[in-house]
């Protein structure tokens, strides 16, 4: 299968500065040293605690914001070389979906107005831009008497639609989507993801999908990385990650998920103690070590590789394949 994306130890920090002159107080380490691949066709789930550099990532893949060191390639191109007419074709094959609606949608604008903008960047006839636009909003179940209308008049769930046709009038090869459902009702949220699953098997687009919602991503992903504190822990198959995690913090993670199952309510935990450290002075070693039950001497002198511990499953963490979690995850 042939692979879409590749991001390539991408690094991304933020300088704090004070004061006219810019004095710098300190720097975030908001993504440090993340590496993995997207393949065609596939939807990799992007997981992790709130300020774990879930959406830092997502705007680096969608070159929102340059990275500090290190590069990420879309179809064997540098996105951050890429200039002009080569620039320009990247950016048609890929498209985002962010996580509030009403904030992503001009208000000033007509759902018409947004959802037909890229096609006309792109050059489009007037003649083309109304057929496109109709065959858009029908494969996301939005209704045609809405189109004249504003962000406002909307439903939540009515925006984030057409903030998808939008994402989806240039037929792109590459979505990413940031947590496009979390601002939304649960019954709008299984219509959304539906849509997004048959829209995807339809056109056969790749998707990153970043979501805190441990449900919704092992619904619609292939694969899952799992984050923490700019830096990824674990990646398997979906399957893999929930009945079989390696990293202490990938179980803990499943574990501190309310369970709809009577007997997975009454499953052991894997408590975290503390809160997380701060990206700002985040701790030599492991980054998790300050809160894991299971650390030794190792994890808070050496920073773990991310290796593959069982056939595509990569884990960062010097115990990985010792622990044994299968009395704390059950889903």
């Known amino acids: 299968m042939e692979t879409i994306v590749v991001i390539d130890n991408v ?25 993995f691949e997207i393949k065609r066709g596939e939807t990799f789930g992007l ?112 925006q984030q639609r057409a903030s998808i046709a939008r994402a989806l009038v240039l037929k792109p090869e590459f979505m990413v989507l940031d947590e496009p459902t979390s601002a939304l009702d649960v019954s709008v949220q299984a219509q959304i ?49 929930y009945s079989s995690p390696l990293h202490p913090y990938t179980a803990g993670l499943l574990s501190s998920a309310p369970s709809l199952s009577p007997r997975g309510r009454s499953r052991k935990k894997l408590l975290l103690s503390g809160d997380p450290p701060s990206l700002i002075n985040p701790p030599p070693g492991c980054r998790l070590y300050p809160r894991c039950p299971y650390a030794e001497k190792i994890c808070r002198e050496e920073i773990p590789e991310l290796r593959e511990v069982k056939t595509d499953h990569f884990v960062a963490c010097h115990r990985a394949g010792e622990l044994d979690f299968s009395g704390i995850v059950r889903w």
Request: glycine share 6%; hydrophobic share 40%; aromatic share 8%.
């Open 11 to 35: 690094k991304k920090f933020f300088n704090v500065t004070k004061g006219l002159f810019k004095k710098h107080l300190y720097q975030i380490r908001a993504v440090d040293g993340v590496s």
């Open 47 to 158: 997981v992790g605690e709130s300020g774990s550099g879930k959406t830092t990532v997502a705007r680096l893949v969608m070159r929102l914001t340059d990275p500090t060191e290190n590069t990420i390639f879309f179809k064997g191109k540098d996105i951050f070389k890429a200039k002009g007419k080569e620039l320009k074709d990247i950016r048609r094959r890929m498209s985002m979906v962010f996580q509030d609606p009403a904030a992503s949608l001009n208000p000033r604008a007509t759902i018409l107005d947004s959802i037909k903008r890229p096609l006309e960047i792109y050059g489009y006839k007037k003649s083309e831009i109304k057929a496109i636009v109709e065959d858009t909003i029908e494969k996301v179940a939005l209704g045609k008497e809405l189109l004249n209308r504003y962000p406002h008049q909307l439903s939540g769930g009515q």
């Open 193 to 241: 993801l539906n849509i997004l699953l048959e829209i995807q098997e339809r056109y056969n687009l790749t998707y990153l999908f970043i979501t805190h919602n441990l449900s919704v991503v092992r619904y619609v992903s292939d694969r899952i990385g799992v984050m923490y504190l700019g830096k990824i822990v674990e990646i398997a198959q979906v399957d893999e990650i």
